[in-house]
């Protein structure tokens, strides 16, 4: 059985990934803070992922 605040704590993870990834394809000011928004977006939704038990 899953501990509900870890499940929690995983769709968070993962709703702050898709933002961050969305924030990055929207963000054109410079190269490295696209990068850094995809990559840390991509981070934190398998993370996420991880949390809640779905991987």
């Known amino acids: 059985m899953t501990n509900p605040k870890v499940v929690f ?6 709703l702050a990934g898709v933002v961050s ?3 990055g394809l929207v963000m054109s ?12 977006g991509g981070t934190a ?7 809640r038990g779905v991987l």
């Open 45 to 51: 939704f398998v993370v996420g992922k991880k949390l």
């Open 9 to 14: 704590a995983g769709e968070i993870a993962q």
């Open 21 to 23: 990834v969305v924030a």
């Open 29 to 40: 000011l410079h190269h490295w803070p696209v990068a850094a928004a995809l990559l840390g």
